[in-house]
């Protein structure tokens, strides 16, 4: 199991399957991936019991997810609730109307947010049986 996965969290599972696609991503398809997004976000997710968990997914430099803060800066700092993060990730949530309606939480670069599309769309083949 990665350290990444967090019981209680299962958005951290979602998470954890993007850390395992980066690490499978050729170097040309990283590089592709960073060019389009080119930037750091961290999320910090609290869950139904109101405990919180940071992770940053970072699309600039290293193309990797780390639990915790990273080590470089986050370019856009959102907050969600685990449920909504995973319906968000999943396609199933606007992360325009999540905004919107208080779901999410922006601090930073509000139109990076936009491009977490790009992200959520590598682990979608995946997660929909």
Known sequence: MSSIVVPGFKSSELIAELDKVFANYSADEKAKLIKQV???????IKNSEGKEEIFTID???????????GATKADAILTIGDKDFVDLAEGKLNGQKAYMSGKLKIKGQMMLAMKLDNVFKSIKPKSKL
């Open 59 to 69: 699309c600039k430099k290293e193309g990797n997810v780390v639990r915790g803060k």
């Open 38 to 44: 080119n930037g750091i976000f961290q999320f910090t």
